[in-house]
């Protein structure tokens, strides 16, 4: 997209000035839903880590991957939380491929993301978009364009991929998934992935540091401490591992060193 920063898919109020998180990404995936000051910032972390756009797409496969999983697996609604600006392959596409009749509600605090989302989704009624913060479960469960989609006495694919490591420990997100985790019937899926600095550390907190200074700080969990969020869920084989190596659909797909990756992806079925 050129630049203009004010043109007609800009809501009111956004600070273009400040990079955000999904703008970033949406850089990183090839994307023209950012601004020059995103950019810049894109352009500063991909120097400290190229592979960073390769990254992004791996994080997107295995989101898809998750995606078809849980529909294989009965999941018939979904909601994904910290969504972002659309992409290729958005969840409900790739639900509705095996499933026509699946809905998905889509959820991000960035009005940026919340525009183009409402923008491109606008007349489907399988799905919606409500604009919540994650760490307010009640504004995102009882939010009613969600209580129309949604049936919580059926299972549910409950997505937060590369959303936790935009959450400090300071804000409990152990507290805040038992909440979503009681709320969802038995059977239900969590599918997230997560940013970790255990491997590669000089480079990856390099990056993680330059996020001090956009609109999203990041944390950086390690493996251990993803477990202990999965808490009252089963973790589905094989367990935390980097994203690229989360059921791949063929060798190539992992690549000799998953680690690369620097996400963690795991799904775990609520017992
Ligand atoms: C890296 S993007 C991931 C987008 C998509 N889930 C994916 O994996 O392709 C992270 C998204 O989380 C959103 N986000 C960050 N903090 C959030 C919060 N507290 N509540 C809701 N969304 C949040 C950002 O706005 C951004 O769109």
Known sequence: MTENPRSSWVPQGVDVERPSAARIYDYYLGGGYNFESDRQFARKAIALLPSLPMIAQQNRVFLRRAVRFCVQHGIRQFVDIGSGIPSVGNVHEVAQQINPEARVVYVDNEPVAVAHSRMMLSGDPRTAVVQADVRDPDSILNAPETRALIDFDEPVGLLMVALLHFI???????????????????????????????????????????????????????KAELEVLFDGFDLVAPGIVFTSAWRPESPEEVGDDPERSVIYAAVGRRR
């Not at 997230?192 to 700080?217: D, F, G, K, M, W």
């Open 168 to 222: 400090p420990p300071a804000d409990e997100p152990k507290a805040f998934l038992a909440q979503y985790r009681d709320a969802i019937a038995p059977g239900s899926y969590l599918a997230l992935s997560h940013a970790t600095v255990e491997h590669q550390p000089a480079i990856t907190e390099q990056v993680r540091q330059l996020y001090e200074s956009s609109q999203n700080p990041m944390t950086s969990r390690t």
